[in-house]
């Protein structure tokens, strides 16, 4: 029986999908993966083709919620100060003030993150693993809702620096958009022939309604024999055939809360193995390092993963 909070929570979720749909057309999928990584306090890459809708399902998350919003274009000469922010000398009360960064937000894009040099890339570590940055020596906390959404183009190489496997591991969930069907996009051509509708979406939610989202999964059950289900399937990937890097325990504990998180959004007051093997690859196969022939041959993280959840005996 679901209790008043979780049926209000898995209330806030619709409203959300929804608002969002009116601008994503025909991304159902994609759309439920970034909300179960958002209300499970993970942070998302989102990895497709140029014009696939990457930043606009990020704005239309922003604008569903009642959240400040900060975008970053990352170039090859972006500094980590541009992100995290910078003292600048107050000549009038002779002291230096902190002029804060576009990371102290509660939504942050962070578009084409793979064109920052590593040591760009490297500032938003710390604030995606501990909510929170050092500057100046100085620790500054970040907010409680502090959401990256990065996104990186697949098919350009020139000008990009591959995101470091501690950064990969940072992100909760890696997807792609994918193209959507033609009458979709006939009806994309038609939405914007005018104005784009980004422009009129309102917002659904507030950010006290994201808390009480966030609280709703964490209140979510999950049995001790679909815990051991998560560890396995994680563990099964450090000694895959062709896998030189396995996925971390940091896998195993995001698998879990976007699975719980799922499962409120499936109407259900506990988790499933469903919930679990449809987030498995989003969440393992981004962090999985493959050995250089494995991959000449063919061999793909998200093949390997797919692989173990045919082999894991399933728990009944």
């Known amino acids: 029986m679901s209790t008043p909070s979780l049926e209000a929570a898995r209330q806030t979720s619709r409203n959300i999908a929804a608002n969002i749909a009116k601008i994503m057309r025909g991304q159902t999928a994609p759309t439920r993966q970034l909300l179960a990584a958002f209300a499970a306090g993970g942070h998302v890459l989102l990895e497709d083709f140029p014009?696939?809708?990457k930043t606009t399902l990020a704005k239309a998350l922003a604008k569903s919620i009642d959240a400040r919003?900060?975008?970053?274009?990352?170039t090859p000469d972006l500094l980590p100060s541009d992100i995290l922010g910078v003292s600048i000398f107050n000549q009038r009360e002779q002291?230096?003030?902190f002029h804060e960064g576009p990371v102290f937000t509660d939504i942050l894009l962070a578009d084409e993150i793979n064109r920052a040099s590593p040591r760009t890339q490297s500032a938003l570590l710390e604030a995606m693993g501990e909510g929170q940055v050092s500057v100046e020596g100085d620790r500054r906390h970040l907010s409680e809702f502090?959401?990256?959404?990065?996104?990186?183009?697949?098919?350009?190489?020139?000008?990009?620096?591959?995101?470091?496997?501690?950064?990969?591991?940072?992100?909760?969930?890696?997807?792609?958009?994918?193209?959507?069907?033609?009458?979709?996009?006939?009806?994309?051509?038609?939405?914007q022939e005018h104005n784009h509708p980004i422009e009129e979406l309102q917002t659904v939610a507030t950010l006290a309604d994201v808390q009480a989202l966030r609280s709703a999964v964490e209140a979510v059950r999950i049995s001790a024999e679909l815990k051991r289900y998560?560890?396995?399937?994680?563990?099964?990937?450090?000694?895959?055939?062709?896998?030189?890097?396995?996925?971390?325990?940091?896998a195993s504990l995001a698998l879990m809360k976007t699975a719980q998180a799922l499962a409120l959004f499936d109407g259900l007051d506990f988790v499933t193995p469903e919930q679990i093997q449809a987030l498995a690859v989003?969440?393992?196969?981004?962090r999985l390092v493959l050995e250089p022939q494995a991959r000449f041959s063919?061999?793909?993280?998200?093949?390997?993963?797919?692989?173990?959840?045919?082999q894991l005996r399933v728990p009944a």
């Open 230 to 250: 998560v560890v396995d399937l994680v563990a099964a990937t450090r000694t895959a055939p062709g896998v030189q890097l396995g996925a971390s325990p940091r």
């Open 146 to 191: 502090f959401f990256v959404i990065a996104t990186q183009n697949p098919v350009e190489f020139r000008g990009t620096y591959p995101l470091p496997e501690a950064q990969m591991d940072r992100f909760a969930m890696q997807f792609t958009l994918g193209y959507v069907p033609p009458e979709e996009e006939v009806a994309i051509l038609t939405a």
């Open 69 to 74: 919003f900060k975008r970053v274009q990352f």
């Open 95 to 97: 002291e230096f003030k």
């Open 282 to 286: 989003p969440v393992v196969a981004h």
């Open 51 to 53: 014009g696939t809708g």
């Open 298 to 310: 063919g061999t793909t993280a998200r093949g390997v993963v797919l692989d173990i959840l045919k």
